[in-house]
């Protein structure tokens, strides 16, 4: 069933490209297409189009739908909200109660010391707060030199400027340079495509080592912070290894730099701990967060600022940032109701359960292009390859896992493909056995005939 007629749909998608610029969307296949995929309506952990097909969403939206579709609970509390104080400013002195519940509750959840919380609208404007954040602490030291920062590759940090210059994706920096000044990067950890050719569980974390090297090349004292998504999300959902994050933790204690860790996917549940760093026990010093912290249901963000990073901020006396929307009342009281669902329904025990099960059904799928299944929790990739035994990419020009999700699209999957030819699959917190199994039958289905068409045709 759908509301519109097949007019009503060909007019909307013809507006829609008449109208409307997308974000990272290929303009050339929606034209392909002959318009974009229209999206009416979502339950559980399913949508719906307009043309009334029903697609489980692989990608929680965009990795942050943690509570599923159609929580009447939220609307509730944002309707609330909005009829009693819809906004009021948090600059010039200024609070509301939701905002102080907010950062209470944020303060007492997260695996930092007696941190303060800062409110934005989303993970760019977090990640821009955290990197300026590191740039005071030291300038407020008398080391205005201590201003770089070091991302990794494949990095995800978002889009405006500051973000912007931490994200290393193919693509994002082309006809923005110049970029802001004294970013640098470091290679990422994958084990499977270990840059050094070393297997896990027999290396010396030359991974972690490389931030040393980096900072001994930058000159310590030019060094402000590391900055790492505990597990890189839009870069391929990747694991770094054990110990990876203790080794980083010294080394940024070694040299006095600041280890900023952006939690803007892995918080509120994601990969089965309430918070990524909960994997190797690490604290940071600054942490990015969005997405889960609302599921999405309406914009918010959030910086953790540790007590050694708040002191300095505090004898200054002013921190000159913030966003109109910083705190946004609205935002604050579905935030808590989120919240509030995630740990009633044991929602991050579910995901690492889930996550489990997702990984290993997938694995016994034993298709011969499934080179990697990765993931921690509910954020996970598939790893497609053309020899699994070499570990082999396709040619990227082919592009297989795209060809994969547009078959899975038939098959009633929104799934993404990820850069180096990943498929993404992070569905919302709350999916059940038989949705996993549902979804993996489909997924299979979807790689099996791509495969076929891709490895029955010599290349
Ligand atoms: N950091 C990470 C780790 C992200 O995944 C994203 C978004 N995918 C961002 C930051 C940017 O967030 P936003 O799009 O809300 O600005």
């Known amino acids: ?195 050094w050719g070393k297997e896990q569980g027999s290396c010396n974390l030359e991974c972690a080592e490389a931030l040393e090297e980096k900072i001994l090349e930058l000159g310590q004292d030019n060094v402000a912070a590391f900055t790492a998504e505990p597990v890189i999300g839009t870069g391929g959902a990747i694991v770094p290894p054990k110990g990876y994050y203790q080794r980083i933790r010294e080394i940024c204690d070694k040299y006095d730099v600041l280890f900023i860790a952006d939690e803007v996917i892995t918080g509120f549940g994601r990969t089965g701990k309430m918070f990524g760093m909960l994997h190797w026990g690490v604290k940071p010093d600054i942490m990015m967060m969005a997405k889960g912290i609302t599921s999405g249901y309406i914009p918010m963000g959030a910086v953790g600022i540790s007590e050694r990073v708040f002191t300095l901020i505090r004898n200054h006396g002013i921190f000159m940032h913030g966003y109109t929307y910083s705190a946004h009342p609205v935002a604050c009281a579905v935030a808590l109701k989120n919240i509030e669902i995630i740990e009633r329904e044991n929602l991050v025990a579910n995901a690492h359960e889930k996550g489990k099960l997702l990984r290993s059904l997938i ?51 929104a799934l993404r493909p990820l850069i180096d030819d990943g498929l993404q699959l992070s569905p919302p917190l709350i999916i059940t056995e038989a949705d996993i199994i549902e979804l993996v039958d489909k997924l299979g289905r979807s790689i099996e005939q791509a495969q076929r068409e891709f490895l029955g045709n010599p290349l």
Not at 149 to 177: C, E, M, N, Q
Not at 395 to 406: D, W
């Open 363 to 413: 694995r016994d799928l034993d298709l011969p292009c499934i080179g990697e299944v990765r993931g921690l929790g509910l954020m996970n990739a598939v790893q497609l390859v053309q020899d699994t035994e070499t570990r082999t990419m396709f040619n990227s020009a082919l592009g297989i896992a795209k060809r994969v999700s547009a078959i899975a699209w038939e098959n009633g999957l």
């Open 1 to 195: 069933m759908t509301a519109y007629t097949e007019t009503q749909i060909e007019q909307m998608k013809k507006d829609d490209m008449r109208y409307f610029l997308h974000p990272t969307s290929s303009i050339f296949d929606m034209e392909s297409w002959g318009g974009p995929k229209i999206i009416e309506e979502g339950n559980g952990i399913r949508v719906k189009s307009v043309e009334g097909e029903i697609y489980i969403d692989c990608g929680a939206g965009l990795w942050l739908n943690n509570v599923g579709y159609g929580r009447t609970e939220l609307a509730e509390v944002a309707k609330k909200q909005m009829e009693k104080l819809f906004y009021f400013q948090t600059f010039n002195g200024y609070s509301h109660p939701l905002a102080i519940e907010m950062a209470k509750k944020v303060a007492e959840m997260i695996p930092m010391d007696n941190p303060r919380i800062f409110f934005t609208s989303g993970g760019s404007e977090s990640n821009d707060t955290a990197f300026k954040l590191a740039r005071m602490y030291w300038y407020l030291q008398g080391k205005p030199n201590k201003n770089h920062i070091i991302a990794r590759t494949k990095a995800y940090h978002g889009v405006s400027y500051g973000a912007l210059s931490a994200t290393s994706l193919p693509g994002f920096w082309d006809g923005f340079r110049p970029l802001v000044p004294a970013f640098q990067h470091i290679e990422h950890p994958h084990c499977y495509f270990c840059p």
